[in-house]
């Protein structure tokens, strides 16, 4: 049953109207298919996640301990209700479900809804035969972070595996770097848990684009269990931070309490035996194919490569704001390739590797953390195929897309619109690669003297509204030059605390007329001054319980107490002007800057603009 107590009071007629719930099976997702298994469900904010489980179960004939929901590649946990995870009510949102048993001691799977390419999935069936074999994950020596080897039947090397809990400062790393989730990471702007799944961001940028690519790796997210791994259960079981960790990109509650380790019985437990820890480890991480190379950049001279093989990687750099692009994360192959006269030669092809330390919170990137600052392809000017890419970029799309899978921190996304803002806007003025760079990284060793937009960033935020509004009212302009009317706009934060409240109470309203009128029509259920006994604690036990007042507290304060995922709206009034002024700053740099390059692109403009005004001459 969906609401034990609603069919009890069916004669009462309900405050709030249910809302249709989509839910479809997720193995019909990812092969692309139609899907037909997908039905509705009626539910309301209050309905917890144990009673759609249970309902899907039946109704597709399983046991519910074998299914699991998602929405937006979050797994939702039975104790918690659908307006916990912030699900959108009369809206008729969709959820998926997927069908998992464990039959054996390892175990390989796409996480929730991540998007995975048939290459991979073809590799995800050679992995679980290699296991079945006896083939181990692999781990390698080097580097700070644990980094596995996926290999076939015939010992071949096909994948790379990187688990987010094996991270550098992470509660599992076997490198000596162990720390807990959330904890200060090598590179400034990226926390520890926080590396791993932007490995699948930056596959999922060049994934959206069909004309320009990057040829980043093809990489998904997935969940991996093996006898071969090990857990530091001390520094899992105390682990402190625990705010971040039930907020940061993919490590939701239901991943959180996995991780912790739960005891054998549970029925909702994932883990299967093991003679010391009494389960099988499951890692999360990304699951990234593995790229033959003749070796990497640093082998080679940088004059072999060409200028437009050199651009990918400096444009892929800018987009995603990658702090690490040392000459050891790029990798050669070496390919044959016929010229204008028909004679074949020899072609570099570069394919970038390694981005778990792009996105940042900050603009903390010296030009020394970037190798091909000092090529010479960096001084050329883009192609007008590399322009057409770059003015053809949709940023506020990128990131509702990206959104829709990961999940990153405002301040990530703030980095991520400025960067991709300074790559457009100084590619309008044919500002080459070199001086681009040279605007948005500092050649300070030390640190102390920040780079040109990072100054720019600093007086935008001192006239605009900040990104993350805040609780109290601020003022955004004037109108008017006799009234000079204040335009006040209140925290989004805030309107929806309070749409929640208004629901919630809402909601609590109708159920004490529901307890009242139900009170008073029988006699079988004792009054609220009646104590001691079993119908009444049944009839409490259906969600109408004594303490209202509480309840309505406790659901008020939800928020801080569940950590639930805030919503970060990017096109909000307070964004709209915060980049309007960042663009005219970014602007009157390069015309102090680069005066002549600021010169030539407006007289361009200009008689781009005396054409379009003959042309409506002529035709009028």
């Known amino acids: 049953k969906m609401n034990s107590y609603s069919t009890n009071l069916s004669s009462q007629k309900p405050s709030i109207k249910s809302s249709k719930l989509k839910v479809s099976q997720i193995s019909f997702m990812k092969e692309g298919k139609k899907d037909h298994k997908a039905f509705e469900l009626k539910y309301y904010p209050w309905t917890q996640v144990s009673e759609i489980r249970s309902h899907i179960a039946s109704k597709i004939s399983v046991p519910h301990r074998n299914v699991r929901l998602f929405f937006k590649n979050e797994e939702l946990v039975n104790n918690l209700k659908m307006i916990d995870y912030g699900i959108p009510f009369k809206k ?18 796409i996480y929730g809804t991540m998007p995975c390419p048939s290459t991979l999935e073809k590799i995800i069936n050679q992995a679980l035969m290699g296991f079945a074999k006896g083939l181990k994950p692999k781990l390698l020596e080097d580097g700070t972070s644990g980094v596995y080897q996926i290999r076939n039947v015939e010992k071949e090397v096909i994948a790379i595996f990187k688990p987010f809990d094996e991270e550098p400062n992470a509660p599992n790393n076997q490198k000596g770097y162990v720390n807990s989730f959330g904890s200060k990471s090598f590179r400034e702007g990226i926390l520890s848990g926080e590396a791993t799944i932007r490995e699948e961001a930056a596959y999922l940028l060049d994934s959206f ?7 980043v790796p093809a990489t998904t997210f997935v969940e991996l269990s093996h006898k071969a791994f090990k ?19 993919i490590m939701n509650r239901f991943l959180y309490e996995n991780l912790r380790g739960r005891k054998k019985g549970n029925k909702q437990d994932i883990f299967v035996s093991n003679e010391k820890y009494n389960y099988i480890p499951k890692k999360y991480g990304t699951l990234q194919k593995f790229i033959n190379s003749t070796g990497v950049v640093a082998d080679y001279s940088y004059s072999l490569f060409t200028v437009e093989e050199a651009h990918k990687i400096m444009i892929l750099d800018f987009r995603i704001l990658n702090s690490d692009r040392n000459d050891e994360n790029i990798l050669l192959q070496k390919k044959m390739k016929k010229s204008d006269s028909d004679e074949e030669k020899i072609f570099y092809k570069l394919i970038p590797i390694d981005h778990a330390l792009s996105f940042p919170s900050c603009l903390e990137i010296g030009d020394f953390d970037i190798c091909w600052m000092s090529w010479k392809q960096a001084e050329v ?23 829709s899978y990961i999940y990153l921190r405002p301040e990530c996304w703030k980095y991520f619109r400025i960067s991709n803002t300074v ?58 030059k006799k009234n000079h009317k204040k335009i006040l706009e209140k925290s989004e934060k805030e309107n929806q605390i309070k749409e929640r409240t208004k629901r919630v109470n809402s909601f609590y309203r109708a ?11 029988t006699t079988s259920v004792p009054k609220d001054g009646e104590n001691g006994s079993k119908e009444k604690d049944d009839y409490c036990n259906l969600g109408v319980g004594k303490n209202i007042s509480n309840k309505i507290k406790k659901l008020n304060h939800k928020e801080s107490k569940n950590n639930i995922q805030e919503e970060y709206v990017f096109d909000s009034p307070s964004n709209q002007l915060y980049f309007q002024n960042f663009v005219m700053f970014l602007e009157e740099l390069i015309k102090t800057e680069y005066p002549e390059k600021a010169k030539l692109y407006e007289e361009s403009a200009n008689e781009f603009e005396l054409t379009i005004e003959e042309k409506d001459s002529q035709n009028f």
Request: charged letters at 40%; a neutral charge; proline letters at 4%.
């Open 231 to 249: 857990v530091n259960m001390e520094e899992m079981k105390t682990m402190e931070n625990d705010d971040y960790v039930k907020r940061s990109s």
């Open 92 to 109: 008729h949102p969709e959820i998926f479900y997927e069908i998992f048993s464990y039959k054996n001691d390892y175990s390989l799977e």
């Open 381 to 403: 000017p883009f192609t007008k195929k590399e322009k057409e890419y770059i003015e053809s970029i949709d940023i506020l799309e990128d990131m509702e897309r990206l959104n």
């Open 209 to 215: 684009s069909d004309k320009y690519k990057f040829d």
């Open 511 to 521: 159920e004490r007329g529901r307890r009242k009128s139900y009170l008073e029509s």
């Open 423 to 480: 790559l457009k806007v100084c590619t309008k003025y044919n500002l080459t690669p070199f001086e681009i760079g040279s605007l948005l990284y500092h050649f300070d060793y030390d640190n102390k003297t920040p780079s040109k937009i990072k100054l720019i960033v600093e007086k935008t935020e001192k006239i605009s509204m900040p990104l993350k509004l805040p609780k109290r009212i601020r003022l955004l302009s004037f109108e008017g």
